[in-house]
């Protein structure tokens, strides 16, 4: 089928695995301990209640992880902690690693459903969309891909995720700053493969908007134009919400 292209990870988008590849994700040394609910910062080897401190806790096969975010743009008590998001397990909130990025804030860390993986998405001026498997110090991130991305990420099984793919090389839509040349992509991170389920064309690209767990639905948005030219008219762009089927694993 046209709309469903497997795509090699040496054939990536140019994009793909910019800005530094592939390589280790850095060690946890953030100095954030998270504690009941609580956020500290040790100080002089002292626990320092840090307020007003964005995390959130999720649960997976593996038990429950928490991340915190550590930004010390927006929080002056974080200087010297990093930048990044810190994570931990368990219900007592051990250290799990420390995930740097530059601008924090604007990253979507996910888990995967067995908790053993991890994509993350970082909008702002990246929008990037990368790809983590857990150090083997249990305590680091080692990124194995990363692709140009929009919106979020949704985990469909333990394996794979669905995400909104960007083909970067072909630039804006008729110079709309707020259009690009979007599909919706499945990567399946056993095969180390990207399957593109709805494809980008002249007039028509593709975007996802969530995923059922319940009922294993993919929904998305199909926005399309009669003329190419059309696309510097948010006007002339019809949306219409569309159901995306999932292949089956393997």
């Known amino acids: 089928?046209?709309?469903?292209?497997?795509?090699?990870?040496?054939?990536?988008?140019?994009?793909?695995?910019?800005?530094?590849?592939?390589?280790?994700?850095?060690?946890?040394?953030?100095?954030?301990?998270?504690?009941?609910?609580?956020?500290?910062?040790?100080?002089?080897?002292?626990?320092?209640?840090?307020?007003?401190?964005?995390?959130?806790?999720?649960?997976?096969?593996?038990?429950?992880?928490?991340?915190?975010?550590?930004?010390?743009?927006?929080?002056?008590?974080?200087?010297?902690?990093?930048?990044?998001?810190?994570?931990?397990?368990?219900e007592d909130d051990r250290p799990a690693g420390f995930l740097p990025l530059p601008n924090p804030r604007f990253c979507h860390p996910e888990l995967s459903p067995s908790g053993e993986k991890l994509a993350c998405f970082c909008g702002g001026d990246e929008r990037r969309l990368s790809f983590y498997l857990a150090g083997a110090d249990g305590r680091s991130f080692v990124r194995k891909a990363s692709f140009c991305a929009e919106s979020g990420v949704f985990w469909t099984d333990p394996h794979r995720f669905v995400f909104t793919l960007v083909d970067e090389s072909k630039g804006l839509r008729s110079g709309n700053p707020e259009r690009r040349h979007c599909s919706v992509a499945l990567y399946d991170t056993i095969e180390e493969e990207l399957t593109v389920l709805r494809q980008a064309t002249a007039t028509r690209d593709f975007a996802c908007l969530g995923f059922d767990s319940a009922s294993g639905k993919l929904y998305g948005v199909e926005r399309s134009v009669k003329a190419e030219k059309d696309w510097s008219s948010e006007s002339k762009i019809t949306k219409q919400k569309t159901e995306i089927p999932i292949p089956a694993a393997g």
Request: hydrophobic share 45%; with cysteine.
């Open 1 to 90: 089928m046209k709309s469903m292209q497997r795509i090699a990870l040496a054939a990536m988008l140019s994009c793909a695995l910019a800005a530094g590849g592939a390589g280790g994700a850095g060690a946890a040394g953030s100095g954030v301990i998270l504690r009941d609910g609580q956020v500290y910062r040790m100080d002089s080897g002292q626990k320092r209640l840090v307020e007003k401190v964005p995390f959130a806790s999720v649960l997976t096969d593996k038990g429950v992880w928490s991340r915190v975010l550590v930004d010390p743009e927006a929080n002056v008590e974080m200087k010297g902690a990093g930048s990044g998001h810190a994570f931990f397990r368990g």
